[in-house]
DNA sequence: TCTAGAACTTTACGCGCGTAAAATTTTTCT
DNA sequence: AGAAAAATTTTACGCGCGTAAAGTTCTAGA
């Protein structure tokens, strides 16, 4: 149980009767040794409790086991989920994930990519915020640093992208919406910061002119990311104007659709497809709480655990090839669509 | 425009004019500098971009300029919300936060407290799991690193504890409760993750023996962080079985609540303490949806900016006076009703 | 048993910066 | 103006480890 406090690699390599460059080969990879050198080094560090120095080892170094994950706001439970998925399947691959949020502004978004470019990361993972992000600072900082982008796509940044697909999104619910009642108009926000919310839109209007529809889109303002507020006011000034031409509404994302749940509730107006409903609301992307929503909500699911281990896997590859692909490679995950009561 | 590149601090400090020590010293604090001196230093910094590498700096310093922060679980918003505060604080005061989720596990909290140990943090911020934790590793690490506890006090752990005032909480929802309507009944888990839980329930004894009422508390069987789906299963079996005595349900937080209301829109329910009510909900948090969900949710509501900046100045006094306080202080902040619709 | 080749040890250097001590310059105060 | 105080420079060393090169020991295969 003397579990003594060893200073550094060389005391401990000493002590388990090694060198030091064979014990610091042990720690860059475990394989490298032989099997008989690996057990004594392991035994002996069980017995001693040591862990090379992180910063003496990541300085002498061109690049870190380190993998930075860059997301646009943390506070978003879709985001969180990203985050989780990814951040777990790059520990389990030996690497060390440090997560950061932009909080939704672009100043800290470039702040956050300066950290980790002075961390020197093997790759980063990146959501970027969209239409506010500092283009060209994601250019320089994509230039040095191997990046894959995921969620939202800004085109040719980075080395890949791994997205959903938003048109099997809006194809699979507006088909859903046509086929089970009115069809659907589209409620989303008049400046979205996100680029999947314009390759939304325009699939809804394609997706009604295959079903012979009009489409109808109602645009509401609102700056930020209370989207859920946004959705609130939106619904209800929409709702008073008259602007929604049938009984179903077809939200860009969750969180629109969870402030349109709340205002429908504030007006007496009841949500679902039974009879004695006013309305009806579906949505895109499975927010954590969309199930338990009232009514639970109809919606589109991403493949959260795709999106995440295919960007991880992307981003494997290219560690391994020295950071570049060459070919800039887009791939979309397409929507589950998940039926609950609202729609 | 030559933005050359600066490889070392000595080159920087040659291109400006100055010694190496001396710009050295700026970075460590630029206010330990003169003004001219400052002045050179900065001008060089638009010209050049140099930051100074940050492995090479940490490396031969006792103690870094990094903060860690751990919550149990990151997908939860309202220690998404805990986190940004307490993010942006840290940052502000020119710390680098170090942001660690636990994944609502306490092998990975286990294993968050090691990676934190070895970055060599001038202070931690830690919300703990609760009953779950790994009590030895933490107070192991307490002895190394100056740690804070937020949210969840462990006895004893930490140099200081932040967090809201359970009994406040429960007081104030359940005063409101008893004078605008019938008692509430209690509704929780049985086996709560979190030590908050169980000083509410306490409190609601309490509370309730104060205004002469019988309390009756109602536990339902769950295990992990999947709150709303706890509290729906749980709300759907206890309003099967009339556990529920009186027409108000006050749950322990508000992702339960959340689930509970999603129980009694599937079974017809009308919640509200408007004409037509069957039931009234309210709760404790003032989960960032609360505001959101149908009807809305009364609770009552966290000083999440409180504990923030309070946990975060305590860290900093910690810190200063070199890690030890010598007394552990507990603070706590009352809450703040918001009366919704729900109740 | 011999030998090629892998694994290991030894030796040596460098990474970029913190930091201490002594010498020097600049500023501030009397 | 002179002296004390503060800021800066010079010099020098160390942090803990990566890594390369050359020599040595071990393993595996014939």
Chains 1, 2 share one sequence.
């Not at 090379?52 to 690049?63: G, T, V």
């Not at 093997?122 to 915020?129: E, F, H, N, R």
């Not at 239409?131 to 040095?144: Q, T, V």
């Not at 040719?156 to 919406?177: C, K, R, W």
Request: charged fraction near 25%.
């Amino acid at each position: 149980m003397s579990k003594h406090k060893i200073r550094n690699m060389e005391q401990f390599a000493a002590l388990s009767g090694l060198s030091r460059p064979t014990v610091s080969k042990y720690f860059n990879d475990p394989d490298s040794v032989r099997p008989t050198t690996r057990r004594r080094i392991e035994e002996a560090l069980e017995r001693y409790e040591f862990r090379p120095n992180i910063y003496a080892i990541n300085q002498n170094r061109r690049l870190t086991k380190n993998i930075g994950i860059v997301v646009p706001y943390l506070a978003d439970p879709v985001f969180a989920e990203h985050a989780r998925s990814i951040e777990t399947l790059c520990a389990e691959a030996g690497f060390r994930p440090i997560l950061l949020s932009s909080h939704g502004g672009s100043e800290q978004e470039s702040e956050n990519l300066d950290s980790l470019r002075s961390l020197k990361p093997a790759g980063v993972l990146m959501a970027p915020l969209g239409r506010a992000s500092d283009r060209s600072a994601i250019e320089r900082f994509c230039r040095d640093v191997p990046t894959v982008l995921f969620d939202s796509n800004i085109e040719g940044m980075g080395e890949a992208f791994v997205g959903s697909d938003n048109v099997s999104f809006v194809n699979q619910t507006v088909d859903y919406l046509c086929r089970s009642g009115e069809p659907p108009c589209f409620f989303e926000m008049r400046t979205p910061a996100n680029p999947n919310a314009n390759k939304r839109r325009t699939a809804y209007i394609e997706a009604m002119a295959r079903h012979g529809e009009d489409p109808v889109v109602v645009a509401v303002e609102g700056d930020g990311w209370g989207f859920e507020e946004i959705g609130r006011q939106g619904a209800h000034s929409a709702i008073a104007a008259g602007d929604f031409t049938t009984n179903t509404i077809l939200c860009s994302n969750d969180r629109l659709a969870i402030g349109v749940l709340a205002a429908c509730y504030e007006r007496g107006l009841r949500v679902g497809r039974g009879p004695g409903c006013a309305l009806r609301v579906a949505s895109h992307d499975d927010h954590p709480f969309s199930r338990f929503t009232c009514p639970a909500l109809t919606t589109a699911a991403h493949d959260y655990a795709a999106v995440a281990s295919h960007s991880v896997e992307k981003l494997f590859e290219l560690i391994e090839n020295g950071g570049k692909s060459g070919q800039r490679t887009e791939t979309l995950f397409p929507a589950n669509l998940v039926v609950r009561a609202s729609a």
